[in-house]
T-cell receptor, first 114, second 115 residues
Framework: DTEVTQTPKHLVMGMTNKKSLKCEQH?????MYWYKQKAKKPPELMFV???????INESVPSRFSPECPNSSLLNLHLHALQPEDSALYLC?????????????FGSGTRLTVV | EDKVVQSPLSLVVHEGDTVTLNCSYE??????LLWYKQEKKAPTFLFML????IEKKSGRLSSILDKKELFSILNITATQTGDSAVYLC???????????????FGGGTRVLVKP
């Protein structure tokens, strides 16, 4: 299995809703990442998890809350989002934080906040 | 602050043409440069370049890194409509061990190949 699987593929949520994005990989990668990508812009790093521990938080608002329950799973919990948070959310994984060969992206969750 | 700049921003070519995409970088503790192709969703990995002057090839795509002049190019020969995509380059910079390496993306080049 050489894939990073993200669910759901699309999500529409209201500003008062709570939802979660899920990312899963079974490649034995120990680093996992969340990116946010706005239209016609490159991906922007949000969080890095290494060996299930949060190692980088790129000053992301607290309405985004990451969680890494085990080495294969990464969640992003969403609460009280704003319309400007609408974007493609990409998960990625790599062997570890120092190894970018084989850095694999998931297909993303397209989030719309209404 | 690390900086990666891609040019052109976009281009339109016809099938069979050759395209050359540029990626320049200003990065502290540079380690390597990555190229990705992004169609509708996930960026897909194309190349990782670490050594200067060594061309990497995959089918009609090739790429090379110049660590003296701080740039990389991605060539696509005999383009096909399926090559239409955004091409992203990203630099990998060595960070302190606790933080790990840092990936910085360029803005991308949007390529449209017309039949």
């Amino acid at each position: 299995d050489t894939e990073v699987t993200q669910t759901p593929k699309h999500l529409v949520m209201g500003m008062t809703n709570k939802k979660s994005l899920k990312c899963e990989q079974h490649m034995g990668h120990r680093a996992m990442y969340w990116y946010k990508q706005k239209a016609k812009k490159p991906p922007e790093l949000m969080f890095v998890y290494s060996y299930e521990k949060l190692s980088i938080n790129e000053s992301v608002p607290s309405r985004f809350s990451p969680e890494c329950p085990n080495s294969s799973l990464l969640n992003l919990h969403l609460h009280a989002l704003q319309p400007e948070d609408s974007a493609l959310y990409l998960c990625a994984s790599s062997q570890d934080r120092m190894d970018y060969y084989g850095y694999t992206f998931g297909s993303g969750t397209r989030l719309t906040v209404v | 602050e690390d900086k990666v700049v891609q040019s052109p921003l976009s281009l339109v070519v016809h099938e069979g043409d050759t395209v050359t995409l540029n990626c320049s970088y200003e990065v502290t503790n540079f380690r390597s440069l990555l190229w990705y192709k992004q169609e509708k969703k996930a960026p897909t990995f194309l190349f990782m370049l670490t050594s200067s002057g060594i061309e990497k090839k995959s089918g009609r795509l090739s790429s090379i890194l110049d660590k003296k002049e701080l740039f990389s190019i991605l060539n696509i020969t005999a383009t096909q409509t399926g090559d239409s995509a955004v091409y992203l380059c990203a630099s990998v910079a060595g960070g302190i061990k606790a933080a790990g390496n840092k990936l910085t993306f360029g803005g991308g080049t949007r390529v449209l190949v017309k039949p």
